[in-house]
C-alpha cells in the first residue's frame, strides 16, 4: 500500500479480489450457524457436580406434575424439597402468610406463598443471597423454570458450606413467583432477614437449553461486575443485554429485591423458548450442558461476591465478554469519549483519504442500512403475511435467519455495485462514521450500545494515529482489519441473543448489524468481482426465502402455544383457541369455531355452560360523611384463581383484602389471588362520596379444561403445546352495582 498526498493507491493481491466472495460466505455461514455465544460452554474446569444436582431435581419434582403455588401438588414438592436441604445438612427455616404484590400499576396481585431460606454459613449481616423459586406454571412442571435454579443453588450450597467468606451466604427459594412475584414480595417487604442481604445472585430460565446469560445488575453495577469477575465470570453478559431488559416489561424475582439496595446479578437460559411455560419443560428437556453451565457460573459469581468486601460509591460500567473467557469493562464516561474520539478519527481517515468521490463514499454505508436493513425487514414481513402461523420460524429458525442475513447483505453489496467505491480505507471509515455516530446518538438513551464499537474503535483511533506518520502508514489497513475482526467477535454472539430474546419472526432488526459486519470487514470491491458477489447474495436470498416459506412451522420438540379455553361469560359458554394461526383441521372438526377470530384476537365455538358452585355476597353502605363502603365475599370451591376486573373505578379511596389494606398504585383496575386460600375472598372497596360506582366482573379459573373440552384436548395435534396458565375453564360475571343497593347475593 502507498500512502501520500492526502490519497490512497490500492494494489490488491488475489486474496483481495476474492475477500469480498470471502467475507461473504464466511458471515452467511456464521449468522446461519449461529455457534458463537448460544450454546451452552462445555469446557469449564469446575467442581460444581451436574449429575448430583440433576438427580437432585429429579427427586423434588417426583412425577414431574405442574405445582403451581398453593395446590397440594406444591405441598408434595416443597416435602421433598425441605428433605434435601436436610439431607444436605442445613436448617430449613418456612416463612408463609397471605400477601399482594402491588407493584404493578392499578393491581393488587395475591397468593398465600411459602418461602424456603437456609444459611449455608453462619448468619450474618451483608450475605450474599441465592434465589429462585419452586412453584411452575399451571401448564407444565418446570424443571428449567425454575427447577434449574433450585437445583443450582443446592449444590452450590453443598459447595461451599464448610468454608469460611468474607460475607455469609444465605438461599432463598421462593414459592408464587408464576403467580406474579408474590413470594419475593413478601420477602421484599416483611421477612426478618431481608435486612441482612446485600448482594443477590438470582437464577431464571425462559427456555430449557443454551448458554447462560447474565442480562440484570444493580445501578450503578461497578461492584456487581468486578465481583463477577474476580468469581471467574463465564456467563455470557453484556450491558447491551442489561440495558434492553430494563426497557423490556419483564420481571423477575429480582425486580421485588433491588429496591433492598442490593447488589446483583440475573442469571438465565433462554434456549428452545418455545418449549417455556409448556409441558416440554420437563427433565427429558432439560440440557445437562444448561445445568453445568448455570452451576459454574453460578458457583463463580457466589464466589466472587462472597469474598468482596468493597462498598461505598460505585461507578456505572459498560461491558461485555469475549467467547466468555474474557470480559471488557470500562466506565460509562470513558466509552463516552472513545465514542467522540473514534467518531472524529473516522472522520480524519476519511478526509485524508482522498477528494474524489467523497459524497457518494459518505453515502454507500447509509444506503446499505435502507437497502439491506429494509429488504431484511420487508421480507420477514411478506414471508409473515404468506405463512399462516404468526411463529412461523419456531420450527427451523435457521431458514428465515438466513433469509434477513441475505436481505442485509444484497442490500450492502448493490451499495458498493452501484457506488463503485474502490478506496478500503474510505469505505471502512465511511462505515466507522455511520456507526459510531448512531451509536452516539443512541447513548443517552442506551448506554449498553456502546459495548458493540468503544473497543474495536480503539483500532480505529491507532489507525488514524499512524496515517499522520509516513513510517508507520502501512499499519492503517491491518488495525482497520483489526478493529473490524473485533466488532464481529463482539456482534455475532449478542446478535444470535438478540434473536432468542426476541424469537426469530421479530429479529430482522439484527440485520443491521450485519449490515456493518460486511462492511467493516469487506475492503475493496473491484473489476468484475461485485457483479459475482451481487449474484451469490441474490441467489442466497432466493433460496433462503424459498425455505423460509417451505419449512415446517411446529415439530414436537419446538411446538405451536395452542391453549384451549372454556369460558362462560355471563351466561354465553364458548370455547377459545388463540388466533396465532388456523384451527387445525382436527380441532376444527370437534368444535364448531367461525370462519375468522374474534376481537379480542381467538377463534370462538359454542361449548356447554359451565356448572357454577360459587356464590358472592354484596353490601354496600354510606357513612355520614357521604363515602361508601362496598363489601364483597366471594367463595368458588372449585377455582384455582379468583380475580376482579375493574373499571370505571376512579372513586376507589382503597382496597383492602382478607381485612388488610392494600398499597395499590393509581386507580385500582384488578385484583387477584391465586391458589386453594382465595377460595374465600373478602375484599372491601372504600369510594369517594361522589364520582361513579365502578364496574367489576368476577373472573374464576379452573384449571384444566374439563370433560367437555376433552375432544378438543385430544384433537389438538402432537406439534401444539398449552401454555402459561394452560388448558382451563372460566367463570365471568358482571357485577352490576347500584346507589340503592342493599345486601345482595350472587350465584
Known amino acids: 500500500m502507498i500512502w501520500g498526498e492526502g490519497a490512497i493507491a490500492v494494489k490488491l493481491s488475489a486474496l483481495n479480489r476474492w475477500w469480498g466472495i470471502i467475507a461473504f460466505v464466511a458471515i452467511i455461514l456464521l449468522w446461519g450457524m449461529r455457534p458463537l455465544g448460544i450454546h451452552p460452554s462445555t469446557d469449564i474446569d469446575t467442581p460444581f457436580d451436574t449429575d448430583r444436582a440433576i438427580s437432585r431435581l429429579a427427586n423434588i419434582l417426583g412425577d414431574q406434575r405442574a405445582h403451581p403455588t398453593d395446590s397440594d401438588a406444591n405441598d408434595a414438592v416443597e416435602a421433598r424439597l425441605l428433605a434435601q436441604i436436610r439431607k444436605?445438612?442445613?436448617?430449613?427455616?418456612?416463612?408463609?402468610?397471605?400477601?399482594?404484590?402491588?407493584?404493578?400499576?392499578?393491581?393488587?396481585?395475591?397468593?398465600?406463598?411459602?418461602?424456603?431460606?437456609?444459611?449455608?454459613?453462619?448468619?450474618?449481616?451483608?450475605?450474599?443471597?441465592?434465589?429462585?423459586?419452586?412453584?411452575s406454571v399451571p401448564a407444565g412442571p418446570g424443571p428449567a423454570d425454575d427447577g434449574l435454579g433450585v437445583a443450582v443453588a443446592l449444590e452450590v450450597a453443598d459447595r461451599l458450606k464448610?468454608?469460611?467468606?468474607?460475607?455469609?451466604?444465605?438461599?432463598?427459594?421462593?414459592?408464587?413467583?408464576?403467580?406474579?412475584?408474590?413470594?419475593?414480595?413478601?420477602?421484599?417487604?416483611?421477612?426478618?432477614?431481608?435486612?441482612?442481604?446485600?448482594?443477590?445472585?438470582?437464577?431464571?430460565?425462559?427456555?430449557?437449553?443454551?448458554?447462560?446469560?447474565?442480562?440484570?445488575?444493580?445501578?450503578?453495577?461497578?461492584?456487581?461486575?468486578?465481583?463477577?469477575?474476580?468469581?471467574?465470570?463465564?456467563?455470557?453478559?453484556?450491558?447491551?443485554?442489561?440495558?434492553?431488559?430494563?426497557?423490556?416489561?419483564?420481571?423477575?424475582?429480582?425486580?421485588?429485591?433491588?429496591?433492598?439496595?442490593?447488589?446483583?446479578?440475573?442469571?438465565?437460559?433462554?434456549?428452545?423458548?418455545?418449549?417455556?411455560?409448556?409441558?416440554?419443560?420437563?427433565?427429558?428437556?432439560?440440557?445437562?450442558?444448561?445445568?453445568?453451565?448455570?452451576?459454574?457460573?453460578?458457583?463463580?459469581?457466589?464466589?466472587?461476591?462472597?469474598?468482596?468486601?468493597?462498598?461505598?460509591?460505585?461507578?456505572?460500567?459498560?461491558?461485555?465478554?469475549?467467547?466468555?473467557?474474557?470480559?471488557?469493562?470500562?466506565?460509562?464516561?470513558?466509552?463516552?469519549?472513545?465514542?467522540?474520539?473514534?467518531?472524529?478519527?473516522?472522520?480524519?481517515?476519511?478526509?485524508?483519504?482522498?477528494?474524489?468521490?467523497?459524497?457518494?463514499?459518505?453515502?454507500?454505508?447509509?444506503?446499505?442500512?435502507?437497502?439491506?436493513?429494509?429488504?431484511?425487514?420487508?421480507?420477514?414481513?411478506?414471508?409473515?403475511?404468506?405463512?399462516?402461523?404468526?411463529?412461523?420460524?419456531?420450527?427451523?429458525?435457521?431458514?428465515?435467519?438466513?433469509?434477513y442475513g441475505a436481505a442485509a447483505i444484497t442490500g450492502a453489496v448493490l451499495a458498493i455495485y452501484l457506488l463503485r467505491e474502490q478506496n478500503r480505507v474510505r469505505l471502512a471509515a465511511a462505515s466507522w462514521i455511520w456507526l459510531s455516530s448512531l451509536i452516539l446518538a443512541g447513548f443517552y438513551f442506551v448506554p449498553g450500545l456502546s459495548i458493540l464499537v468503544v473497543w474495536p474503535l480503539i483500532g480505529v483511533i491507532l489507525a488514524a494515529l499512524v496515517s499522520l506518520h509516513a513510517p508507520v502508514q502501512k499499519l492503517v489497513m491491518p488495525l482497520l482489519f483489526a478493529a473490524a475482526g473485533l466488532f464481529v467477535l463482539i456482534v455475532l454472539p449478542l446478535a444470535g441473543g438478540l434473536e432468542e430474546g426476541l424469537f426469530v419472526e421479530n429479529a430482522a432488526i439484527s440485520s443491521l448489524l450485519l449490515v456493518f459486519m460486511f462492511l467493516v470487514l469487506m475492503p475493496t470491491s473491484e473489476g468484475t468481482r461485485p457483479r459475482l458477489l451481487v449474484g451469490a447474495a441474490v441467489s442466497a436470498l432466493v433460496l433462503a426465502t424459498i425455505a423460509a416459506l417451505s419449512v415446517p412451522a411446529f415439530t414436537r420438540d419446538a411446538p405451536r402455544h395452542l391453549t384451549i379455553v372454556h369460558e362462560d361469560k355471563d351466561g354465553r359458554a364458548s370455547f377459545l383457541l388463540p388466533a396465532n394461526g388456523p384451527v387445525p383441521a382436527a380441532m376444527r372438526a370437534a368444535a364448531r369455531f367461525g370462519d375468522k377470530p374474534d376481537d379480542e384476537g381467538n377463534w370462538r365455538a359454542p361449548a356447554p355452560r359451565l356448572a357454577d358452585d360459587g356464590a358472592i355476597d354484596l353490601r354496600l353502605t354510606t357513612a355520614e360523611d357521604g363515602r361508601r363502603s362496598l363489601s364483597l365475599r366471594a367463595i368458588s370451591p372449585l377455582a384455582d384463581r379468583q380475580e376482579f376486573l375493574i373499571k370505571d373505578g376512579?372513586?376507589?379511596?382503597?382496597?383492602?383484602?382478607?381485612?388488610?389494606?392494600?398499597?395499590?398504585?393509581?386507580?385500582?383496575?384488578?385484583?387477584?389471588?391465586?391458589?386453594?386460600?382465595?377460595?374465600?375472598?373478602?375484599?372491601?372497596?372504600?369510594?369517594?362520596?361522589?364520582?361513579p360506582l365502578p364496574v367489576i366482573s368476577w373472573r374464576r379459573t379452573r384449571y384444566g379444561a374439563g370433560r367437555d373440552a376433552a375432544r378438543l384436548v385430544a384433537a389438538r395435534p402432537s406439534t401444539a403445546q398449552p401454555v402459561h396458565v394452560g388448558d382451563r375453564q372460566v367463570l365471568i360475571k358482571s357485577i352490576l352495582l347500584k346507589p340503592a343497593m342493599a345486601d345482595q347475593s350472587v350465584k
Open 650 to 691: 376512579d372513586a376507589i379511596q382503597s382496597v383492602s383484602l382478607g381485612g388488610a389494606k392494600q398499597k395499590i398504585k393509581g386507580v385500582p383496575t384488578y385484583i387477584g389471588c391465586t391458589g386453594r386460600s382465595c377460595r374465600t375472598l373478602d375484599l372491601q372497596l372504600v369510594l369517594a362520596a361522589k364520582g
Open 162 to 403: 464448610g468454608r469460611t467468606f468474607a460475607r455469609p451466604i444465605l438461599v432463598l427459594i421462593t414459592d408464587a413467583e408464576e403467580a406474579g412475584l408474590v413470594g419475593a414480595s413478601a420477602f421484599a417487604e416483611s421477612d426478618p432477614l431481608r435486612k441482612r442481604v446485600g448482594a443477590v445472585i438470582n437464577m431464571e430460565a425462559r427456555g430449557t437449553t443454551g448458554g447462560v446469560n447474565m442480562f440484570q445488575t444493580s445501578r450503578p453495577n461497578g461492584r456487581d461486575i468486578a465481583a463477577l469477575i474476580s468469581g471467574g465470570q463465564m456467563a455470557s453478559a453484556s450491558s447491551l443485554a442489561t440495558d434492553f431488559y430494563e426497557i423490556m416489561p419483564n420481571d423477575t424475582d429480582l425486580t421485588m429485591f433491588l429496591p433492598l439496595g442490593v447488589d446483583a446479578a440475573n442469571f438465565s437460559v433462554i434456549g428452545g423458548g418455545k418449549r417455556y411455560h409448556t409441558p416440554l419443560d420437563n427433565l427429558s428437556y432439560l440440557d445437562p450442558q444448561s445445568v453445568h453451565h448455570m452451576g459454574a457460573s453460578t458457583l463463580a459469581a457466589t464466589t466472587g461476591f462472597a469474598n468482596d468486601r468493597s462498598a461505598g460509591a460505585e461507578s456505572q460500567r459498560v461491558f461485555t465478554d469475549l467467547g466468555r473467557k474474557i470480559t471488557l469493562v470500562m466506565p460509562e464516561w470513558m466509552a463516552a469519549l472513545v465514542l467522540v474520539g473514534g467518531l472524529a478519527s473516522a472522520l480524519l481517515l476519511f478526509v485524508w483519504s482522498g477528494r474524489e468521490g467523497r459524497v457518494k463514499s459518505i453515502l454507500l454505508p447509509l444506503v446499505a442500512l435502507v437497502v439491506g436493513g429494509g429488504g431484511a425487514v420487508a421480507v420477514g414481513l411478506l414471508i409473515g403475511a404468506l405463512r399462516a402461523d404468526e411463529a412461523f420460524g419456531t420450527a427451523y429458525p435457521a431458514a428465515l435467519r438466513l433469509t
Open 88 to 135: 444436605s445438612g442445613f436448617t430449613p427455616i418456612v416463612r408463609e402468610g397471605f400477601h399482594c404484590n402491588t407493584i404493578r400499576e392499578g393491581a393488587a396481585i395475591c397468593a398465600r406463598p411459602r418461602n424456603v431460606l437456609f444459611w449455608v454459613t453462619a448468619p450474618g449481616d451483608n450475605a450474599v443471597m441465592l434465589a429462585s423459586h419452586y412453584d
